[in-house]
Every structure is written in C-alpha cells, then in structure tokens.
Nanobody
Framework: QVQLVESGGGLVPPGGSLRLSCAAS????????MGWYRQAPGKQREQVAL??????SYADSVKGRFTISGDNSKNTIDLQMNSLKPEDTALYSC??????????WGQGTQVTVSS
C-alpha cells in the first residue's frame, strides 16, 4: 500500500507562485507514472501534469507555467506553479501508478488564487 501526502497548497494572489510536494511512502523509482490532477468545485477532475522515465506532459492550460519533477532523494513528486490565475483554484491531488499497475491517490491540497 503506497501512501501519498501532499503539501504546499494555500492562498496566493494572481500572478503568484506555489510549490506543491507529494511525499511517497516508498521510492518513486517504483512508480511507472506520476502525476498531479486537480478538481475545482462543480467541475470534473482534470489531469494537470504527468511524468515518467519517458515523458513529461502538461495540460494546455498550464503549459509554460507549471513544472512537474521527481526527487529521488526525498521520494517526492513536486509541482512548481508560476503565474497563477484564479482559474487554477482547485484541490490538487497526487497520483501514481506502480510498476505492477496499481494506482494510488493522495488526499489533496487546496490551492486558492485570489486577491
């Protein structure tokens, strides 16, 4: 059972930055795909960014502003978010798929972009 704990959310004004971190209970080398998703009130959950050994991908709405990375020394999956907009307001959750195809979600961290 993989445990994922997100942190780093909060309230930030438009144009500001936040860095989200997802701490995994085991080595991220065990994961095939790692990603961040978000869900705003009344909307469906959407994929924000994915990373694997072969690729990194981003939703069109965050390209050029968000960067996903994995830190093997800390077993974290991080999401650097710059130039934040009010429409980025959502609950952000970490998701991983292990090498044996089991999927896990974290509980999420709230990001609110408002002046």
């Amino acid at each position: 059972q993989v445990q994922l704990v997100e942190s780093g959310g909060g309230l930030v004004p438009p144009g500001g930055s936040l860095r989200l971190s997802c701490a995994a209970s085991e080595s991220i080398d065990n994961f095939g795909i790692m990603g961040w998703y978000r869900q705003a009130p009344g909307k469906q959950r959407e994929q924000v960014a994915l990373i694997s050994s072969r690729l990194t991908s981003y939703a069109d709405s965050v390209k050029g502003r968000f960067t996903i990375s994995g830190d093997n020394s800390k077993n974290t999956i991080d999401l650097q978010m710059n130039s934040l907009k009010p429409e980025d307001t959502a609950l952000y959750s970490c998701h991983v798929v292990t090498s044996n195809a089991r999927a896990y979600w974290g509980q999420g961290t709230q990001v609110t972009v408002s002046s």
